[in-house]
């Protein structure tokens, strides 16, 4: 069993910038490709961005691309998500998910098996 907690979530100015943490704990987390999705309230959870487990291979969400970064934490249980210049529709809980279903591409969420809490982003308009 793996367990994920989100971290780093708050307010931050249209134009400003977040940091979110992903942390695992249990079984090798290295092996596990990763990915980050988000629900604003009203609305079904999206897809964010990919990273596959060696940390070669990301891709985002047109909506985020060019502005959001995930990558490989220094310490090999956790993975970030550096975001910039955010605006009011990045609001949202933002989750990350862990370890494909065989055969999946990481970008719907029941691709994955485990999931964490969410953490939240506000960007007041």
């Known amino acids: 069993q793996v367990q994920l907690v989100e971290s780093g979530g708050g307010l931050a100015q249209a134009g400003g910038s977040l940091r979110l943490s992903c942390a695992a704990s249990?079984?090798?987390?290295?092996?596990?490709?990763m990915g980050w999705f988000r629900q604003a309230p009203g609305k079904e959870r999206e897809f964010v961005a990919f990273i596959r487990w060696s940390g070669g291979s990301t891709y985002y969400a047109d909506s985020v691309k060019g502005r959001f970064t995930v990558s490989r934490g220094n310490a090999k249980n956790t993975v970030n998500l550096q975001m910039n210049s955010l605006k009011p529709e990045d609001t949202a809980v933002y989750y990350c998910a862990a370890d494909l279903w065989p055969d999946r591409a990481g970008v719907s969420f029941d691709d994955y098996r485990y999931w964490g809490q969410g953490t939240q982003v506000t960007v007041p308009s």
């Open positions: 249990g079984r090798t987390f290295s092996n596990y490709d």
